[in-house]
């Protein structure tokens, strides 16, 4: 029985405590009112109506002693200060607060993080909303002003991270809106900004993921960094005409990845940093004639850009301007430009032009240069092929060839005496390069990842001193690229920081060949690249008709040989091309497959047997049938090149260890193998 009684007590309470509990005090001296409150009140209460004078420990009693407190009505109250103090309702689960028509200010933090309100009425007396007054607010749905509102000003943070707001209106007199006011409030869809305001903060509407557009009255005079950035599907920013706003700030519409089109005002004279960055589909921007100075990186990766009219004003071009504007085809630097950052377009497929009457720079064959041509400062990445970098260079600029991937070879001149940070980053179709004995100075990663590169020629008798240059060759692979050095400086280069790194270490001869023995195919313009080093202008020739060669001489010296054939009906032929350089003769045997089958007989990869592998001093290759046999490096570098009949042993004891590729040739198929070499 006694249970019983206790568990009858304890559900009449649990009910009293989910039941409405509604409560109206008049407070005559403020500051009393947890005193007019019984305990009782103070744990069940719920709807609470307050009247008289109160302040904020009044307040404090309301938020903080009144455990149940979901309802209140201050409509009628006097408020000390006219103004709604800091953290009156916040941290809490309040549903519904009915403010004060006299108040003037709400406080910071007043509401901050009170997840449980959903609407809230501003009243028209309201002059001031300061710093984090409803910030984190998760459930605000609806914010509501009276049509009479005085409301100016916006604080930090107001509303950030009210999460479910999906629209608000700011009475007309508001002029400010602070730092971060709207930032993270990710369902925020549409906003209109009042035609007084003249300052958007800082942060202001970060992160607003669902704001389509925005629209910027001629008020406006000042919108702070970081704005609208990552507003991940805002498509159109309007400047309303006549625009009083005089810089973009840093970051403004940084990753708006969906904005498409902007027009610039005329009112602005400087575009900030990172800007318009990450806008990977802005495909048309305006850049107005008042406009001085564009930024670090303000149109960086803006992948959709393709065409950019930079104004005769402009006199500033910040490092990483226009970085990986991929789209760009075309850019003509006018003659007011005194200064380029480093970087400014590199990635940029856009052949440069410079105004001839600029007194800092100019350009040849859609490369930009310094006026004199002495530092050669960027290469569009849409260069192909051979590119000779003219005589008069002598430096070669930050990141001047950074991502050049379809330049097989770059020809450096004699008068060149430094090579600067990244100059030759990520050229991976480079295949070699010769470094004249005027290079006195290589940067930090000047060629890294250049992963195709596979001969080194340094004329230097001395090696350059790298000691204060990290990782210049970064990401070539030291194995399979040849470093050669003058007669009697390989020591000096096995003894030099960086240098030694490189396995392969030879001599200098009048002419160098990448391959002395190639394999084409049976058809008909089958074709194979040599790249021939050499300090002296050659000629090539060949033995028989049926091949061809372009170029047939070089008056350059080092140059790529290409080598082609004609349609092979009979059995395996060959024929030796000869490179002569000043009287020093290099040769190549160049096997072409046969069309009759007299070479090979159909073979499968099940009855191939390669042994042992891993291999030391050789491995043997077992198999039914004839075929060629070709052993290649992981760089696709012709190692070995032979003609076999069922069974043959291969010395491998001068490979460097590593791993092999092993291609066994018949005319019906082609079939290849791993090979490990410990």
């Known amino acids: 029985m006694k249970k019983l009684i206790l568990f009858f007590v304890s559900l009449s309470l649990s009910l009293l405590l989910q039941a409405t509990v509604s409560k109206t005090i008049n407070v005559t001296t403020a500051g009393t009112l947890s005193s007019l409150l019984t305990p009782i009140d103070l744990s069940t209460v719920t709807n609470l109506t307050v009247t008289g004078s109160i302040d904020s420990t009044d307040f404090q009693t309301i938020s903080y002693e009144m455990s149940s407190i979901s309802v209140v009505d201050v409509t009628d109250a006097l408020v000390s200060g006219d103004r709604i103090p800091g953290y009156a309702f916040g941290n809490k689960t309040i549903t519904s607060v009915t403010l004060p028509t006299t108040i003037k200010t709400i406080g910071a933090y007043a509401f901050f993080s009170n997840t449980g309100l959903t609407s809230i009425s501003i009243p028209s007396n309201v002059i001031t909303i300061e710093n984090n007054a409803f910030g984190g607010c998760k459930g605000l749905i609806t914010v509501n002003f009276n049509n009479l509102s005085s409301l100016i000003s916006i604080g930090n943070y107001t509303f950030s991270d009210c999460i479910r707001l999906t629209t608000i209106t700011l009475p007309s007199s508001t002029n400010s809106i602070g730092n971060s006011s709207f930032s993270g409030c990710i369902s925020l869809n549409t906003f209109t900004i009042p035609n007084n305001v003249s300052t958007i903060g800082d942060n202001c509407f970060e992160k607003c993921s669902r704001l389509t557009s925005i629209s910027i009255p001629p008020s406006v005079n000042y919108i702070g960094s970081t704005a609208f950035s990552n507003d991940s599907s805002l498509t159109s920013v309007i400047f309303v005409k006549p625009a009083s706003l005089t810089s973009i700030s840093n970051n403004i519409f940084y990753g708006c990845i969906n904005l498409k089109s902007v027009d610039i005002p005329t009112s602005v004279t400087s575009i900030g940093m990172y800007a318009f960055s990450e806008c990977i589909k802005l495909s048309s921007i305006t850049i107005p004639s008042s406009v001085i100075s564009i930024g670090l990186s303000a149109f960086s990766n803006d992948s959709s850009l393709t065409s950019i009219a930079i104004p005769s004003s402009v006199t500033s071009i910040s490092y990483g301007a226009f970085n990986a504007c991929k789209g760009l085809t075309t850019v003509t630097i006018p003659s007011s430009v005194t200064f380029i950052g480093t970087y400014a377009f590199c990635k940029c497929n856009c052949l440069i032009t410079v105004d001839s009457d600029n007194l800092n720079y100019s350009s040849l064959d859609g490369v930009l240069f310094d006026k004199t041509q002495d530092s050669l400062l960027q290469c569009p990445i849409s260069k192909t092929g051979i590119y000779e970098i003219p005589s008069t260079v002598s430096v070669i600029g930050f990141g001047a060839f950074y991502d050049c991937i379809k330049l097989t070879k770059i020809e450096l001149p004699f008068k060149l005496t430094s090579i600067e940070y990244y100059a030759f980053a990520k050229c991976t179709g480079l295949k070699f390069i010769t470094i004249p004995t005027s290079v006195n100075f290589i940067n930090n990663n000047a060629f890294t990842d250049c992963t195709s590169l596979s001969s080194i020629f340094s004329y230097s008798t001395i090696p350059i001193d790298l000691t204060s240059s990290a990782d210049v060759f970064l990401g070539v692979n030291k194995y399979t690229c040849t470093l050669y050095v003058p007669v009697g400086s390989k020591s000096l280069y096995q003894a030099s920081d960086q240098w030694q790194k490189f396995n392969n270490i030879q001599n200098i001869k009048?002419?160098?060949?990448?391959?002395?023995?190639?394999?084409?195919?049976?058809?008909?313009?089958?074709?194979?690249?040599?790249?021939?080093?050499?300090?002296?202008?050659?000629?090539?020739?060949?033995?028989?008709?049926?091949?061809?060669?372009s170029p047939n001489d070089s008056t350059t010296g080092s140059n790529i040989l290409t080598i082609s054939v004609t349609a092979n009906s009979g059995p395996t032929r060959s024929a030796t091309v000869t490179i002569n350089a000043n009287g020093t003769m290099q040769t190549i045997t160049i096997t072409q497959l046969a069309g009759d089958g007299t070479l090979a007989k159909e073979f499968n990869n099940e009855n191939i047997c390669i042994y042992p592998n891993p291999a030391t001093t050789s491995v043997t290759i077992n198999f039914e049938g004839n075929a060629l046999v070709q052993l290649y490096s992981l760089k696709g570098e012709l190692i070995k090149n032979i003609i076999i009949t069922n069974k043959e042993t291969i010395l491998t004891s001068n490979l460097t260890k590593g791993l092999y590729i092993v291609k066994i040739i018949s005319k019906e198929a082609t079939i290849s193998k791993s090979l490990v070499i410990q």
């Not at 990448?514 to 313009?525: H, M, R, W």
């Not at 000629?539 to 008709?545: K, R």
């Open 510 to 549: 009048d002419i160098n060949i990448t391959a002395n023995n190639i394999t084409l195919t049976k058809e008909a313009n089958s074709t194979s690249e040599i790249s021939v080093i050499s300090s002296y202008p050659w000629i090539a020739t060949s033995n028989q008709t049926w091949l061809s060669l």
